[in-house]
């Protein structure tokens, strides 16, 4: 597996509560996306990013933001997380033109 | 907007049967990529056809990418337990959607021992 971490793995928040999802990369991407997975829906873009401080947004970006300070890192945050962004989010590295590499995901709950 | 359709969207079949899954894309792709996905787990890539009419094989996957460059399909031969999870292909997108990748929304295969 590509080197790519995701944090937390797991989280339960209530409505209302800012969030920040964290992905990690060891594989020094240029690009790197962070996708939602619901059933019936399959992966769907939120945001993704083609450089430092380059980002754009996806299918599903409303109630997201995004920031990459650093090649390695992407942060996803819910600036206040809704009953409808409960869902498992991935992250991943690669081009749209090529393959991507997905992280582990991580279980969001929001109550 | 561009879209990527896949059927069926659930299939079962009993071990050692075979099983196809479609993917049909509403433009011209400069390539289709395909993964699988187990229970539980995240996307994994298993391969990218670019060729016209192009097929490639892995074991007992054999992948083909249509003539128009607008269709695809995965077909597995002989099923195995270990073929079980949601296989899903994805197309690079063009004008708004340049830069990312349109997902199907997939296959899940469930197999019988």
């Known amino acids: 597996d590509a080197g790519i971490t995701q944090s937390p793995r797991h989280k339960v928040t209530e409505t209302g509560t800012p969030v920040t999802l964290r992905c990690h990369q060891t594989?020094?991407?240029?690009?790197m996306y962070w996708y939602r997975q619901d059933p019936g829906h399959g992966l769907r873009l939120i945001h993704y990013?083609?450089?430092?401080?380059?980002?754009d947004k996806g299918e599903v970006s409303d109630g997201y933001s995004v920031s990459r300070s650093k090649t390695e890192d992407f942060l996803l945050t819910l600036e206040s997380a809704t009953s409808s962004q409960t869902s498992v989010y991935f992250c991943?590295?690669?081009?749209?033109?090529?393959?991507?590499?997905f992280g582990p995901g991580t279980r969001l709950t929001v109550t | 907007g561009q879209q990527v359709m896949q059927i069926p969207q659930y299939q079962h079949v009993q071990e050692g049967e075979d099983f196809t899954t479609y993917c049909n894309s509403s433009?011209?792709?400069?390539?289709i990529q395909w993964y699988k996905q187990r229970p539980g787990g995240h996307p994994v890539f298993l391969i990218q056809?670019?060729?016209?009419?192009e097929v490639k094989k892995q074991k007992r996957l054999t992948f083909q990418f249509g003539e128009a460059k607008k269709n695809s399909s995965l077909h597995i031969t002989a099923t195995q337990t270990t073929d079980v999870g949601t296989y899903f292909c994805?197309?690079?997108?063009?004008?708004?959607?340049?830069?990312?990748?349109?997902f199907g929304k997939g296959t899940k295969l469930s197999v019988k021992p």
């Open positions: 991943a590295i690669g081009s749209y033109l090529y393959e991507q590499y």
């Open positions: 594989e020094n991407h240029r690009y």
């Open positions: 990013s083609y450089g430092v401080k380059d980002t």
């Open positions: 433009t011209t792709l400069s390539n």
């Open positions: 056809l670019v060729k016209s009419g």
């Open positions: 994805a197309g690079p997108g063009y004008g708004g959607s340049q830069g990312n990748l349109i």
